[in-house]
């Protein structure tokens, strides 16, 4: 199975400035296809996850253009530009290359 | 409206059988691959299964292979999660989501539904 690893598990943020979370697969990511198969979702307590990016980098449908995703085979990163009350949660990052899907283990987003 | 809402949650002792639902609408369920995913109790998320629109290709996570099955009912929009042989890990909230063809990601997620295995 692939391994997602997230860091930091918790990132205090003030309001307006920029965060950025880390997810490493222990495997490249690359679909036979070519397509790269790694999505970001958010989570607010007592909520479903909520899609935010897939594909690396593709936004999705409402999601602000403060949120950006990047990076390829191995290793990937969400930025914040500017955090907002109304990220604060938990972040995750997910792998649907290959089954089973994995997820990682979470990054909380709090403010200070 | 798009949407995806879950039923079928409750509590069952160890051994047990649960099935969850999953009604669909706003959306072409049956040209659409859907998902089970969990999460346990202050826990991070788990994927449990996937199933092909038309129903014909299914696949597990190792730790629920030979006691979940899935159906999917496409006359009836409906997704299926038959849970056997239950135990206490796999208490959890599970989540029905569907599968966003040529992105292969998850992009509608329902509310969940709440499986507690105890005795």
């Known amino acids: 199975d692939i391994v997602m690893t997230q860091t930091p598990l918790s990132s205090p943020v003030t309001l307006g400035q920029p965060a950025s979370i880390s997810c490493r697969s222990s495997q490249s990511l690359v679909h036979s296809n070519g397509n790269t198969y790694l999505s970001w979702l958010h989570q607010r307590p007592g909520q479903p996850p909520r899609l935010l990016i897939s594909k690396v980098f593709n936004r999705f449908s409402g999601v602000p253009d403060r949120f950006s995703g990047s990076g390829a085979g191995t290793d990937f990163t969400l930025k914040i530009s500017g955090v907002e009350a109304e990220d604060v949660g938990i972040y995750y990052c997910m792998q649907t290359t290959q089954f089973p899907y994995t997820f990682g283990g979470g990054t909380k987003v709090e403010i200070k | 409206e798009v949407q995806l809402v879950e039923s079928g949650g409750g509590l069952v002792q160890p051994g047990g059988s649960l099935r969850l639902s999953c009604i669909a609408s706003?959306?072409?369920?049956?040209?659409?691959?859907m998902n089970w995913v969990r999460q346990a109790p202050g826990k991070g998320l788990q994927w449990v299964a996937n199933?092909?629109?038309?129903?014909?290709?299914?696949k597990f996570v190792d730790s629920v292979k030979g006691r979940f099955t899935v159906s999917k009912d496409n006359a009836g929009n409906s997704l299926h999660l038959q849970m056997n042989s239950l135990r206490a890990e796999d208490t959890a909230v599970y989540y029905c989501?569907?599968?966003?063809?040529?992105?292969?990601?998850?992009?509608?997620w329902g509310q969940g539904a709440m499986v507690t295995v105890s005795s």
């Open positions: 989501g569907r599968g966003l063809s040529g992105y292969n990601t998850v992009d509608i």
């Open positions: 199933i092909k629109p038309d129903g014909s290709e299914i």
């Open positions: 706003g959306f072409d369920f049956t040209n659409s691959w």
